[in-house]
């Protein structure tokens, strides 16, 4: 592991007598209070915090479906709204295609609630 820059910090037996469950970094992350704690099954639960140092990354958010309720109702009218033979009749498939997909995302972003991750 050295040669690839890596450190390995388990050094006490997880299961029976061997290492067999590994915690390993790059050297400039550094583990804090390593500690084998109770078994689950025939392994320690390994515990410790991690610290990191170094540039500050954005972290980032995104968007998932809530379980709040959805208006069917209001999203199928404004589907419904749509002139979909005009779209048909003038375009390829390929440009149907996403202009229903957009269609379909405006609609959903309006009528389903969603919330950051």
Avoid: W
Wanted: hydrophobic residues 35%; negative net charge; charged residues 20%.
């Amino acid at each position: 592991m050295n040669t690839n820059f890596l450190l390995q910090h388990v050094n006490e037996p997880t299961t029976q007598n061997n290492i067999l469950d590994l915690v390993m970094t790059t050297p400039d992350l550094r583990i804090i209070g390593l500690e084998l704690t109770d078994m689950i099954s025939d392994h320690h639960m390994i515990d410790f915090a991690l610290e990191v140092h170094g540039p500050h990354t954005r972290t980032r958010y995104k968007n998932i479906f809530s379980h709040a309720p959805i208006n069917f109702e209001l999203m199928k009218e404004e589907l419904g709204s749509f002139h979909y033979e005009a779209v048909m009749r003038n375009n390829n498939a390929k440009e149907c295609y996403l202009i229903l997909k957009g269609k379909n995302a405006t609609a959903t972003e309006h009528h389903i609630q969603t919330k950051r991750m």
